[in-house]
């Protein structure tokens, strides 16, 4: 992920040992005694990793528990987000006086059953996937750029975004991806100036499709 964000942003990447290292309290907390073993290794790589990308920052270690949602709950002062996928585990922080919100999202590099194409793509998404080479799974490059706008979008909004409210363009060549936040949507925000466009990177590679994105200050 350290490529796909500016130098503003920490990132840490889960190595062998994080997915069993140590919990604080208030993150230990968080795991039901009946959490499978999968859950409890993402969580703790996620809250390693997290740790270790604000002590990057300069900043104390410090809990990153998780809301009812299970989205991480960061302490005062910071933003950021974790994402896990089969084997991979990354996490990424920055202070809220670099950047208001950052997403990040990884996902196998697979193709998508018919089903969830449909909740995920808009029919010109759709029409956007046929004309890209075919060497990549593009929808799920989608996918997994949704998913990191719905990062970005909710700390700062409150709202939750669905598949259908934000319509992204690729540019395969330079590696970016640009979604534009449905007109209803932006309407119904309870919050001044909801972002009407996020801007993102991914890349595609060893199995992986990786998408991050930050929303700038002002």
Known sequence: MRDLLPPSVAVAIAGPADWTGELLPAEQACLSD???????????????????????????????????????????????????????????AARTTDVRSVGMDAEQHRELNPGVRRLVLLPEEEETCARLPSDTSWPIVLFSAKETVYKVWFPVVGSWLDF???????????????????????????????????????????????????????
């Open 34 to 92: 009946r959490a499978v073993q999968s859950r409890r290794r993402d969580f703790t790589a996620g809250r390693v990793c997290a740790r270790r990308a604000m002590a990057d920052l300069g900043l104390p270690p410090a809990p990153v528990p998780a809301a009812d949602d299970r989205a991480p709950i960061w302490p005062a002062g910071v933003v950021g987000a974790i994402t896990h996928t089969a084997g991979y585990c990354a996490a990424a």
């Open 164 to 218: 259908h409210d934000a319509r992204l363009e690729l540019d395969p060549d330079a590696g970016t991806f640009t979604a534009r936040i449905a007109v209803a949507r932006l309407a119904a925000a309870t919050v001044p100036a909801p972002p009407a466009t996020i801007s993102g990177r991914f890349t595609v590679a060893d199995g992986l499709v990786r998408t991050a994105a930050v929303l700038p200050l002002g």
